[in-house]
């Protein structure tokens, strides 16, 4: 049974960092894509961040415009584990995060196969 388990979200003030953390089991992702995507309250899920699998040739991340040059999404293979680095943190940022896995290796696509259950990030003003 495939598992994306999301972990390291809390309560941290604007300008702050927090590292959120992606397990995944049950299957290889390494040549897969991986993303992160958020749903603020009384809003409709959004896009973060995504990273290709290995096997992609082209742009290996890409992210929303709302958090470039402010958070940073990587992936350790041996450990299973896909990785959102944020900083520079804002109170629009609140919002829980998931993790997805794509069949598909492309960073850019709008596939998503798999999911967590998600974690919640709340940046306070």
């Known amino acids: 049974q495939v598992q994306l388990v999301e972990s390291g979200g809390g309560l941290v003030q604007a300008g702050g960092s927090l590292r959120l953390s992606c397990a995944t089991s049950?299957?290889?992702?390494?040549?897969?894509?991986m993303g992160w995507f958020r749903q603020a309250p009384g809003k409709e899920r959004e896009f973060v961040a995504a990273?290709?699998?290995?096997?992609?040739?082209?742009?290996?991340?890409s992210y929303a415009d709302s958090v470039k040059g402010r958070f940073t999404i990587s992936r350790d293979n041996a450990k299973n584990t896909v990785y959102l680095q944020m900083n520079s943190l804002k109170s629009e940022d609140t919002a829980i995060y998931y993790c997805?896995?794509?069949?598909?290796?492309?960073?850019?696509?709008?596939?998503?196969?798999?999911w967590g259950q998600g974690t919640q990030v709340t940046v306070s003003s």
């Open positions: 049950g299957r290889t992702f390494s040549g897969n894509a």
């Open positions: 990273i290709a699998g290995v096997v992609w040739s082209g742009p290996m991340t």
């Open positions: 997805a896995a794509s069949l598909g290796a492309v960073p850019t696509t709008r596939s998503w196969d798999y």
